[in-house]
């Protein structure tokens, strides 16, 4: 299995700013994947992030909202711009090795918007 | 579009008993079912992964039964200890290399 860590755990933001979360795990993985989960919720996935190419959103996630960036097998990060109070949540990586039917988690990033 | 429940939202059970908790789905069966456990503040964890083809998998105290005809999986924690009180996920995966995930079973063993 995988060591994963996410850069912040927890942050407060305000209204209108942007937050860059970064998720870093200690083997080259193949899929990298970014979650969020709202309070009470389960997790949706927002998108999955490609090395060397843009990521793939699901619906209702856009680009311009949740910028990914995959330099390298290693590392990914997630902005989530423009921040509204209904952004607050918590934001999970996820990696994969063969196949994307065994995931692993990182430990999560909490954050509210105020 | 596909729609994932769990039993229930909370479950206590008694110290030493066997838990169960139930995943059902609409729509079409998944290629991969999978079982995660959640602990407060931490990410999931993955515990097993059932195939369509397989009825029954097995890891020490763990069982998952997946039936196609039911649209149903069964999740079994046998001997159970506070240690097991957790939120419990399922996830389905359908061939497209993505997982949808339940809403969670919070489950507490009570000592």
């Known amino acids: 299995s995988a060591v994963i860590s996410q850069k912040p755990s927890r942050d407060i933001c305000q209204r209108g700013t942007s937050l860059t979360i970064q998720c870093q795990v200690d083997?080259?993985?193949?899929?990298m994947f970014w979650y969020r989960q709202q309070p009470g919720q389960s997790l949706t996935l927002i998108a999955t992030a490609n090395q060397g190419s843009e990521a793939t959103y699901e619906s209702g996630f856009v680009i311009d909202k949740f910028p990914i960036s995959r330099p390298n097998l290693t590392f990914s990060t997630l902005t989530v711009s423009n921040m509204s109070p209904e952004d607050s949540s918590i934001y999970l990586c996820?990696?994969?090795?063969?196949?994307?039917?065994?995931?692993?988690f990182g430990p999560g990033t909490r954050l509210t918007v105020t | 579009s596909q729609k994932i429940e769990q039993n229930s939202e909370a479950l206590n059970i008694q110290e030493g008993k066997t838990a169960t908790l139930t995943c059902n789905y609409t729509n079409y069966s998944p290629a991969y079912l999978q079982w995660y456990r959640q602990d407060p503040g931490r990410g999931p964890v993955f515990l097993l992964l059932?195939?369509?083809?397989?009825k029954e998998k097995r890891k020490e105290r763990l069982k998952v039964t997946f039936d196609t005809t039911l649209k149903q999986s069964l999740f079994h924690i046998t001997a159970s200890q506070p240690a097991d009180s957790a939120t419990y996920l399922c996830a389905l995966a359908f061939g497209n290399e993505k997982l949808t995930f339940g809403t969670g079973t919070r489950l507490t063993i009570i000592p």
């Open positions: 059932i195939r369509e083809n397989e």
């Open positions: 996820s990696v994969a090795y063969r196949t994307a039917y065994e995931q692993y």
């Open positions: 083997s080259q993985v193949t899929m």
